[in-house]
């Protein structure tokens, strides 16, 4: 069954660094996402993904973050300057399609553990 | 307005029982309501969903009821077993535009034999 993955599993990195976070989506879906879940906290809303452009973000996307889709098969997260308050799990998700009035099913990733120091 | 409240946190259930997970909403967009399920290490994953213009889904033993004028639907697992045990979440989102899930804080179940 295809299924969404990501790297790394685990980053530990130094506040202030960047890091970049990778997914590979299923390989006919259109649709990408990121999502985030502080420990103890509930599964955040980031950013969705469409055509090679941002659809929509929440108020956490700031400026440090951005989404790229740099060949036929990865989607990537880059937080410019990490903070302490961004260690949290970082989830990716993909849908094949959206039609009026009907809503897809989003597979998300194992995720991605970001620890900052 | 875009929260989904989730209760309990955390439930324990003996093997065969019933485990009951419920879940408020507030903005009355929201049309499209799915259950995922996340086991330690994994992503969450669909279980179950359900639109506002039924009152009852049911899926083998996963039952999710929905109440529209109340705002709430709960999930209902029935004969509960011990590959149960994950964490729970009741989300939302609206049809129509970029499926943003907004997602409940979560159950931990644990199914004890």
């Known amino acids: 069954e295809p299924e969404v993955t990501q790297t790394p599993s685990h980053q530990v990195t130094q506040m202030g660094q960047e890091v970049i976070l990778r997914c590979v989506p299923i390989s006919n879906h259109l649709y990408f996402y990121w999502y985030r879940q502080i420990l103890g906290q509930k599964v955040e809303f980031l950013v969705s993904f469409y055509n090679n452009e941002i659809s929509e973000k929440s108020e956490i996307f700031d400026d440090q973050f951005s989404v790229e889709r740099p060949d036929g098969s990865n989607f990537t997260l880059k937080i410019r300057s990490t903070k302490l308050e961004d260690s949290a799990m970082y989830f990716c998700a993909s849908s094949e399609s959206w039609a009026q009035g009907r809503t897809d099913t989003q597979y998300f990733g194992p995720g991605t553990r970001l620890t900052v120091l | 307005q875009q929260q989904v409240k989730q209760s309990p946190q955390s439930l324990i259930v003996q093997k065969g029982g019933i485990s009951i997970i419920n879940c408020a909403y507030e903005?009355?967009?929201?049309?499209?309501f799915p259950w995922y399920q996340q086991f330690p290490g994994k992503g969450p994953a669909l279980l179950i969903a359900i639109r506002p213009d039924v009152s009852e889904k049911k899926e083998g033993r996963f039952t999710i009821s929905f109440n529209k004028s109340a705002k709430q639907f709960s999930l209902h697992i029935m004969d509960s077993q011990p590959g149960d045990s994950a964490t729970y979440f009741c989300a939302a989102s609206i049809s129509g535009g970029y499926q943003k899930v907004t997602f409940g804080i979560g159950t931990k179940l644990q199914v004890i034999p």
């Open positions: 903005n009355t967009a929201f049309d499209y």
